[in-house]
Nanobody, 120 residues
Framework: QVQLVESGGGLVQAGGSLRLSCAVS????????MAWYRQAPGKQRELVAG???????NYLDSVKGRFTISRDHASKSAALQMNGLKPEDTAVYSC??????????????WGQGTQVTVSS
């Protein structure tokens, strides 16, 4: 069974840093795209950062220059380094992965979500 396991959320003061990690468990053929999404109370879920299988990245405008997404193919994982955190970054952050278990089928997988709270 394929699962995404997240870690690294928590409470931090404004200006601080947190690192979120997401590991894929289970037997798979290939991880295609990976990304981090977030959802704040009363708001829609939004894409924070994504990284393709080839390492191409994209970011939400408001986090550019502060957040960095990375992935490690060997460990089947991705990380989101968040620096210069602001109170408006407070949200539940969820890992997403587009995974091929058996080529060529692809399916979306989501982590359980981890709370990030930034105090002012």
């Amino acid at each position: 069974q394929v699962q995404l396991v997240e870690s690294g959320g928590g409470l931090v003061q404004a200006g601080g840093s947190l690192r979120l990690s997401c590991a894929v468990s289970g037997n798979i053929f290939r991880i295609n795209h990976m990304a981090w999404y977030r959802q704040a109370p009363g708001k829609q879920r939004e894409l924070v950062a994504g990284v393709s299988r080839l390492g191409e990245t994209n970011y939400l405008d408001s986090v550019k220059g502060r957040f960095t997404i990375s992935r490690d193919h060997a460990s089947k994982s991705a990380a989101l380094q968040m620096n210069g955190l602001k109170p408006e970054d407070t949200a539940v952050y969820s890992c997403y992965a587009d995974i091929t278990i058996t080529f060529p089928s692809r399916r979306d997988y989501w982590g359980q979500g981890t709370q990030v709270t930034v105090s002012s």
